[in-house]
């Protein structure tokens, strides 16, 4: 096993350690923001200033409960002042931070309407590119200007520690098996399908990316490398207001996205929406090399594979919602949601087959004409209520998904003689429909203790039910006739039930825990329909699984602060992936199902230690059983890529995110992972044992220019890594972006370019049974985008019957119930 470099560890753990000597209690001063209006106001700029001279010392903005907090201000004399869009600016009374100072809430300031013309007015706040807590990292989407033009996937690949693979597939600090969420509930969908929806996604519909790697019990067990949450923008001002947005790139084709969002909010009710459109015009090159070896080793053909295809994706997607205020304790809640993406593509494939001396025995060509539409329609409805204002309340979420996907394709494949003299032609159409249902209902209750606790408890059921069909058709004589070798009906069904109870209690001033245990119950069945050359097919599973979790915090003093956790995690298969069938990609390459795969459980451990709040350095453990990954096998001269369960993996891992102020003009973010994995079973009989270590790094300078004017350059690199029988070379990106404000601060206009060198392609090798492979994929990701957004809108003066918290909250609260 190669080792990690000792001076690497050295001189990552030197830096992050810094300071740990020093003594004083950490500090924490909070406190809460309201207006004449409402109890609660949310997007409050909040600066805290020293009482001497006024200066900076810190920034940040109230949540949706209008909350506000810092941490480990020095000792030292200081003020608060607020400032809101609409309101009167106000400040704190002078107050004092003391060596011994622990926990300090301020007394709640509360603002007043302004009466003048809110044309005039313009207060902006930035928020920081990365905030790390204590148990997630978040993600702002607008403060990167390099995300303007981007699609949703392609703003997850930025953040610290993800990557998305050559296939869509994400993973995170090097593992694979991420879950991700859509406001707080599951996407149910993985692999090429999740990266798909995500591409339809616009990054400017997105308000951040929470990053858990070791998520509580309250969430779903599912997922080894952690929790993704990507939490969609909701409007908090009262009135009617909302933004619009259009915007324009060019690659090596034209794409354009524009966005649309309303809010009015007055009284009992608040409305709200939201509507986009992209098309995306794209292409991919794929490149592979096949050397196929006798038992001795020596080479018995060789086969060279170049494949063209031209893509164009559409999207449209559109939420629309309402809460409704029942009492001043209870709010009713409804989400309608749904996307609709036609897509078309265009492949023109070649490829040579040649004997050991690359003389080329045999040419095939294959040109294939796919059209597809996916849609999705949701439905969700919430409830929450609160018993008092100790924070004691009860939620529930029913949802009811679709996803339908109409797949039509026409293969033409033709042989030729090595001189390019036709041999004999084939065509072949297909009829790929899917269709998946989900239904899900879920409770969840917290209770405030005394002395610095709180118990959560919850419940969860869901049904998904995923029709595959897959119907070919050969042509012979003229005549369409069913190919039964294909053509495949499958029917899958998955129950999941689930409890848990969360325990979280502040011990003293330095330590916190956090303990829960979640229990899921899963009962899933699977039936591939026969047809006249293949007889029926069931299988049926049910089992029981528990999920501990621990979490302890420790604050050293005001500089450091540590966090421990363990965490045990479960992946169960695509539903997919279950399907024993071939399904045809091209003549060379299928790819099947495997109605035997188990599900892989895993047991994380993670130290974290934040120093000063600007350098978090984590190092972490995974050790993963019954490991399921992407694995290759051969019939023939054909590549066949199924799922299969490998044995165990191994990973460990060192992570490095620090924030620098460079000047007040400059601003850096610098994260780099490094791991190490270790894969070891066997393999089609045959033994697996492959490991290698993995370098990580992502880039981010943000830079404030005069007038309104800023910039960004950004960037990420990926060295060489191991993926089961995969090894992939490095790869990386540049980008660079330029921002201004305009019509008041009301507008922004933003332009930049991805991928600046085209550095960002996929290539690898492949070793299976008596085949080596290499691959070398090529998309269009160098892309010129420039966009313009307008904010319209003002509040609603002296609106009655408000909730005596924000009606914002209860949105927030809604869709990211037991966060």
Do not use: C
Request: glycine letters at 8%; charged letters at 20%; zero cysteines.
């Amino acid at each position: 096993m190669r080792k990690l470099p000792n001076l690497f560890i050295i001189i990552l753990l030197t830096v992050s350690f810094i300071g740990r000597a020093q003594n004083r209690t950490a500090v924490k001063l909070s406190g809460k923001v309201g207006a004449t209006n409402q109890s609660a106001l949310s997007a409050a700029t909040i600066t805290l200033l020293k009482a001497k001279d006024s200066s900076v010392v810190k920034m940040s903005v109230t949540d949706q409960d209008g909350h506000y907090s810092f941490d480990n201000p020095p000792k030292g004399k200081y003020l608060v002042s607020v400032s809101a869009v609409g309101y009167e600016k106000q400040y704190s009374a002078p107050f004092s931070i003391s060596a011994d100072s622990s926990l300090m809430e301020l007394t709640t300031i509360v603002l007043s309407q302004r009466s003048n013309n809110l044309k005039a007015v313009t207060v902006s706040a930035r928020k920081p590119l990365v905030e790390q807590k204590i148990d997630r990292m978040v993600v702002n989407v607008d403060a990167f200007i390099s995300n303007t033009g981007a699609n949703a996937l392609e703003a997850l690949e930025k953040s610290p520690g993800v990557q998305v693979d050559k296939d869509g597939n994400i993973s995170l600090k090097g593992k694979q098996s991420v879950m991700v969420l859509l406001d707080g509930r599951p996407a149910y969908l993985s692999g090429a399908d999740l990266a798909n929806m995500l591409k339809g996604m616009q990054a400017s519909q997105l308000e951040s990316i929470e990053i858990m790697t070791n998520p509580p019990a309250k969430y779903d067990a599912a997922g080894n490398a952690g929790i993704i949450n990507i939490k969609t923008k909701k409007n908090r001002v009262k009135g009617f207001n909302g933004n619009v947005s259009a915007g324009q790139g060019q690659g090596a084709y034209f794409k354009n996205n524009e966005s649309l969002s309303l809010n009015y909010r007055n009284g009992k009710v608040n409305l709200f929406s939201n509507y986009s459109f992209n098309r995306n015009d794209n292409y991919q090159e794929l490149d592979i090399f096949r050397r196929y070896r006798n038992e001795d080793g020596s080479t018995s053909a060789i086969f060279e594979q170049v494949a063209f295809m031209k893509r164009r994706n559409m999207s449209n997607n559109l939420k629309l919602g309402m809460d409704y205020y029942v009492t001043d304790k209870t709010t009713l809640g409804i989400v309608v949601s749904g996307f609709y993406n036609p897509e078309s593509s265009i492949n023109n494939n070649t490829s040579y087959l040649e004997n050991p001396n690359k003389m080329v025995d045999s040419i095939a060509t294959a040109s294939s004409y796919i059209k597809g539409t996916w849609k999705n329609a949701s439905v969700n409805l919430n409830m929450r209520h609160q018993f008092d204002s100790t924070g004691r309340e009860l939620t529930a979420d029913l949802d009811y998904i679709v996803y339908d996907n109409a797949n039509k394709q026409h293969f033409i494949n033709t042989t030729y003689e090595p001189n390019w003299i036709k041999r004999y032609d084939e065509q072949l159409q297909g009829n790929l429909p899917v269709t998946v249902n989900i239904y899900s209902a879920k409770m969840d209750y917290t209770h405030p203790l005394k002395n610095n606790a709180k118990i959560e408890a919850g419940v969860k059921s869901s049904y998904v039910q995923t029709v595959n069909k897959a119907n070919y058709y050969t042509l012979n004589n003229g005549e369409w006739i069913t190919d039964y070798g294909k053509t495949n009906f499958f029917d899958y069904n998955e129950n999941i039930n689930a409890a848990y109870i969360n325990l979280n209690k502040q011990l003293t001033k330095k330590w916190g825990v956090q303990t829960g245990l979640r229990y899921e119950n899963t009962n899933y069945k699977g039936h591939r329909y026969g047809n006249p050359t293949t007889g029926d097919s069931s299988f049926k599973r049910t089992y029981n699984s528990f999920f501990p979790t621990v979490y302890i915090s420790y604050g050293a003093n005001k500089n450091n602060q540590f966090g421990l956790s363990f965490g045990r995690r479960i992946d169960r298969p695509g539903y997919q992936s279950l399907n024993p069938f071939l399904f045809f990609l091209d003549k060379y390459t299928y790819e099947a199902g495997n109605p035997y795969l188990k599900p892989q459980y895993t047991n994380n451990v993670e130290l974290t230690h934040i120093f000063k709040g600007w350098l978090t350095t984590t190092l972490n453990y995974s050790l993963t059983t019954n490991e399921f990954n992407e694995t290759f096998d051969s019939s023939g001269y054909a590549t066949i890529v199924r799922r299969a369960n490998i044995g165990r993996r191994e990973n460990a891992g060192i992570a490095v995110n620090a924030q620098i102020h460079v000047t007040k003009w400059l601003t850096s973010m610098l994260y780099t992972n490094y791991s190490y994995t270790r894969y070891s079973g066997k393999l089609y009989g045959e033994d697996l044992k492959v490991e290698g270590g993995t370098l990580n790094a992502n880039m981010n300078n943000q830079i404030t220019l005069t007038k309104g004017w800023s910039a960004e350059l950004s960037g990420w690199y990926m060295s060489n890594s191991v993926d089961g029988q995969i090894l992939l070379k490095s790869m990386g990106a540049l980008s660079a972006g330029i921002s201004k404000q305009v019509l008041k601060g009301k507008g922004t206009v933003k332009a930049n370019v991805r991928d600046i060198f085209y550095t960002q392609i996929a290539q690898g090798d492949i070793y299976f049974k008596n085949t080596e492979a290499r691959f070398r994929n090529t998309r269009d990701t160098r892309v010129a985008n420039i966009t313009f957004t307008y904010r319209f809108g003002k509040p609603i003066k002296n609106t009655n019957g408000q909730r005596k918290k924000g009606g914002a909250s209860d949105e927030q609260n809604r869709v990211n119930v037991g966060n």
